[in-house]
């Protein structure tokens, strides 16, 4: 059976064990509507990525709209 060949002082454990930690989502300005989105993601209000309009959000709000009332 393996054994640990010796010990592992505290100082080593832990420094190896810091940087476990979480990071902060990369947020940018949507570049069509100016509202804040993650980083290389479809933008939720206006459906807008990489120059191009992604989703047709107008669409399915107004498909909404109607269904509701």
Known sequence: MAL??????KARKH???A???LEQPAIV?????HKM???HHVC?????????????LEEKA???EKKDA
């Open 44 to 56: 939720k209000f206006c459906g807008f990525y990489d120059g191009k309009d992604v989703l047709k």
């Open 29 to 33: 300005e949507c570049p069509k509507c």
């Open 4 to 9: 640990p060949k010796g010990k592992i002082s």
């Open 15 to 17: 420094s190896r064990r």
């Open 19 to 21: 940087n476990w930690k």
């Open 37 to 39: 989105k993650l980083d």
């Open 62 to 64: 107004a498909a909404k």
